[in-house]
C-alpha cells in the first residue's frame, strides 16, 4: 500500500541533532506509523505542541502530502535546551492504486494525526462465479 519512504530521513535526524533542527533547508519530518485494519489503511503521525488549524492534507494524484507548523518559541526569557524542532513539518507519500483516495478521513487528537483511507473496491478480493454450458443463456428462438 505504501510505496516510498523518505530516504534521506535518517541522514536530516542526524544532522539535525549535529548541527541543529533550524539549520537545515528541508522541512522537519513527522514520525509516522502505517498499518492495515481489515479494509482500511490507517496513518498516524505524531506532531505535539501542534495546532489542528496548521495541518494541511493534500491528495494529487497518488501523492499525499501533510504539512504542519509549531511556532518557535518567543519570549523574554533564555532557552536552556532546545530539542523539539520547530517550524515546517511535511510528510510526503506515494500510495498505491488500491487505495480509495476520494474517501480519506483525517482526526486530530492529543497530538497524533490519524488518517484512515479505505480499500478500493476493485483491490478486494471477490468471488468469480464458474459457470458451465447448461448454466449459459441461451438465445430465444432455439
Not at 539535525?16 to 492495515?36: E, Y
Not at 490507517?42 to 501523492?63: H, K, Y
Not at 474517501?103 to 487528537?109: I, L, N, P, T
Amino acid at each position: 500500500m505504501l510505496m516510498r519512504t523518505d530516504p534521506f530521513r535518517e541522514f536530516d535526524r542526524l544532522a539535525q541533532q549535529l548541527v541543529g533542527a533550524g539549520t537545515t533547508s528541508r522541512p522537519a519530518v513527522m514520525p509516522m506509523d502505517a498499518w492495515r485494519e481489515g479494509d482500511t489503511f490507517v496513518l498516524e503521525f505524531d506532531l505535539p505542541g501542534v495546532r489542528a488549524e496548521t495541518v494541511d492534507i493534500d491528495v494529487e494524484r497518488n501523492v499525499l502530502t501533510v504539512k504542519a507548523e509549531r511556532p518557535p518559541k518567543n519570549g523574554d526569557w533564555e532557552m536552556l535546551a532546545s530539542e523539539r524542532p520547530s517550524g515546517l513539518f511535511s510528510r510526503q507519500l506515494v500510495l498505491g492504486d488500491n487505495l480509495d483516495l476520494e474517501k480519506v478521513g483525517a482526526h486530530y487528537d492529543a497530538g497524533v494525526l490519524r488518517l484512515t483511507i479505505p480499500v478500493a473496491e476493485r483491490a478486494k478480493p471477490r468471488k468469480i462465479e464458474v459457470t458451465t454450458q447448461s448454466q449459459e443463456p441461451t438465445a430465444i428462438g432455439s
